[in-house]
């Protein structure tokens, strides 16, 4: 069992916390019991517990060149999806935890977040291009629908005419539509929706608490008729088993409004791998051995690059015939014709890229 890491269980969870300011909620708000329940899937058989913390700050600057944006805000540690590629699962163990079922199952809630995204905002004394939200796990998680975290640091970017792009796969972002509606109108706005799946037996069988594609293309048509840029993240790809999905997703996300397209390969730190292999050995034993030697290929004979400006990129051949799909099928589909044409700002997830590559933009 992944949870090896979680059997820790004989001192209190408290006690491997960092962070003193940090406290486990005796009765947790249940998100399934609010009054936004018909945006969430059903609720997740592990039992949930909650830890809230007063951050010391919110906006995270980054300037790692694998990654496009310098500033991003995560409003919560953990992410209930539960999707077993999640790159974040690492980040746990800095809080004591295990990237397993800790993850999934542990989350901290960063209660302060909006009043410090306002001061925090207030000090800079140059404007920031971009805020963007989910650099790390989803704002939009099950239990943003009891904290309203993200909803409240969008009222505080409203006030400020403050751009900002998100990332999500979840459908509560619909609840927020006419907000990002309306800051759309002052700024500028972009949220992708993540759908790596459009099999959704696969989809629940790697990401088991996150919505169905189904659910996620519909996200993404309400957010397009509220007036919102969109664009779907085909993130990540995982050669050998969702590759042959590319199109299908592509084409359903531009019949649904999206405007913008980009797609990352899966890459597995040490402790993700263990996450990752375990469940697709559960759910595929006869293909998890092709999809781990595919992975290897794109990834240099391994399954992780962590070199910067390569650990959001793959190689080799197989990596771009993929990547010439992807591109093919931007193209015939009309997707991210704004940026190739200039008539909107780049901003790729990955860094520049190398002479030849087709660039994709995130924010």
Not at 108 to 131: F, H, M, S, T, Y
Not at 145 to 159: D, G, K
Not at 342 to 353: D, H, I, N, R, S
Request: charged share 20%.
């Amino acid at each position: 069992m992944i949870a090896r890491e979680e059997a820790q269980r004989g001192a209190p969870l408290v006690q491997l916390l960092p962070w003193p300011a940090m406290r486990r909620v005796a009765n947790p708000p249940n998100p399934w019991s609010s009054r936004e329940v018909e945006w969430l899937e059903p609720p997740p058989i592990v039992q949930l517990e909650v830890y809230e913390e007063q951050a010391r700050s919110i906006l995270a600057q980054n300037d790692s060149p694998d990654v496009p944006f310098r500033f991003s805000v995560n409003p919560y540690r953990g992410c209930q999806h539960a999707c077993a590629y999640c790159y974040a699962r690492a980040t746990h163990s800095y809080l004591g935890l295990g990237a397993g079922t800790d993850f999934d199952s542990k989350i901290v809630v960063k209660r302060n977040a909006p009043e410090l995204l306002a001061q925090e905002l207030r000090r800079k004394r140059q404007p920031i291009d971009w805020i963007a939200f989910s650099g790390v796990t989803d704002c939009y998680q099950p239990l943003e629908a009891s904290y309203q975290l993200t909803r409240r640091c969008l009222e505080v970017c409203l006030e400020r005419n403050q751009s900002i792009g998100i990332v999500t796969k979840s459908a509560l972002v619909r609840r927020d539509a006419a907000l990002l509606g309306q800051l759309a109108r002052r700024a500028s706005v972009r949220v992708f929706v993540s759908i790596p799946f459009w099999d959704s037996d696969m989809c629940r069988a790697i990401e088991p608490w996150a919505p169905t594609p189904k659910t996620r293309i519909q996200t993404l048509q309400a957010l397009a008729e509220a007036g919102v840029e969109t664009g779907v993240a085909f993130a990540p790809m995982i050669p050998g088993l969702n590759d042959s999905q590319i199109n299908d997703v592509l084409r359903a996300a531009r019949a649904a409004g999206a405007q913008f397209a980009f797609m990352i390969p899966l890459r597995l730190s040490p402790q993700v791998r263990e996450v990752f292999e375990e469940r697709l050995r559960e759910a595929y034993p006869g293909r998890a051995n092709k999809v781990l030697s595919a992975l290897a290929q794109i990834r240099g004979g391994q399954s992780n690059q962590t070199n910067f400006g390569e650990r959001m990129r793959g190689s080799g051949p197989r990596w771009q015939a993929v990547q010439d799909l992807f591109a093919l099928e931007c193209r015939r589909l009309g997707l991210n014709s704004a940026v190739e044409s200039k008539q909107q700002p780049v901003e790729p997830l990955a860094p520049a890229p190398r002479q030849g590559e087709q660039q994709h933009v995130l924010f």
